[in-house]
């Protein structure tokens, strides 16, 4: 079938581990715009398969109006990866939006699971397709991220796992936490995700902070991440989640300068002007372009 991405909102994407059915119910009434249940990091090898069937349920019970559902199977070199996708996805196909796939290295750890979605979806009939997340967490990975960014257009966003990420480049996290490193250590990372990102038409998200008592530096970084593209940030406790919103939300009043910088460009260039000056500034197409990136980010959030 001929499959369209869907507009999602991901400021804040929220991680929650499948074995905790009181965390999942909080989840689902918080003000995360996408949830994730996690049955891979935060889930112990031996509850992984019983995780599976409380997946299921807390999808199919919970009332996750207004959110994205996504699952985060296991690494897909493991035993538990492929039942974990047939499982949920047989069982609570009607509730579940994405699937999210961590340390993939190459574009065909992707279209392993894109050709098993494929078949699950056939033979179930389905009208829908469920759509993919990627996590960017080996240096495999950052090295073949435009590959990876344009495999298949069932992919919607790419995640920055720095943390894995650290392990698997070699970084110095202890230094850089010390300020032995200066400016932004992830910059280069998160850039080219970015880039690879724009060009294939898909999201960036920025991962996690592991520390979720430091929301000072969980600010600071999520206006990094803004600042280069991302569209959004994970959280692993909800009180990262307004800090987020907040970095990731437009303010009204740019919101309302970038409506009328738009209008009146288009307005112009229908009378064959390729200019316009507003309260003294002069605007061309290409400034007006990235005005035109808020107008459309602030009508995915209804502002």
């Not at 994205?68 to 509730?95: F, K, M, P, Y």
């Not at 698997?168 to 250590?185: F, L, M, N, T």
């Not at 307005?267 to 002007?273: D, N």
Request: aromatic share 4%; net charge negative.
């Amino acid at each position: 079938m001929t499959h369209q991405r869907p507009m999602r909102l991901r400021r804040v994407e929220l991680a929650v581990p499948a074995s905790n059915e009181k965390v999942m119910a909080k989840a689902a009434a918080s003000e995360a715009d996408l949830v994730f249940l996690d049955n891979e990091d935060s889930v112990a090898p031996s509850a992984k398969v019983e995780s599976r069937e409380k997946i299921v349920q807390a999808l199919k019970n919970l009332d996750w109006s207004g959110k994205t559902t996504c699952v985060r199977i296991n690494e897909l070199g493991s035993e538990w990866a492929h039942e974990d996708i047939i499982h949920v996805v047989d069982n609570a196909h009607e509730q579940l939006d994405l699937i999210m796939v961590p340390k993939v290295r190459t574009p065909s750890d992707v279209l392993f699971v894109d050709t098993l979605l494929t078949g699950i979806e056939k033979k179930l009939k389905l009208t829908k397709t469920i759509g993919l997340e990627v996590l960017i967490e080996e240096v495999e990975a950052m090295i073949n991220v435009e590959a990876i960014a344009r495999c298949t257009p069932r992919l919607e966003a790419l995640i920055f796992g720095m943390g894995d990420y650290s392990a698997s480049q070699g970084v110095d996290r202890k230094a850089i936490a010390a300020g032995e490193y200066p400016g932004d250590h992830w910059h280069y990372q998160r850039s080219k995700m970015v880039i690879a990102c724009r060009a294939a038409g898909i999201e960036a998200v920025d991962g996690p902070q592991g520390n979720f008592r430091d929301t000072e530096t969980y600010a600071r970084e999520a206006a990094r991440a803004r600042i280069l593209g991302c569209v959004g940030k994970w959280a692993i406790h909800p009180v990262q989640i307004p800090i987020a919103l907040e970095a990731f939300t437009p303010l009204q009043e740019d919101v309302d300068l970038a409506r009328r910088i738009v209008g009146t460009f288009k307005k112009a260039e229908a009378e064959g002007q390729g200019t316009i000056v507003i309260d003294g500034v002069m605007f061309d197409a290409a400034s007006v372009r990235s005005r035109q990136n808020i107008v459309d980010r602030a009508d995915l959030i209804g502002m």
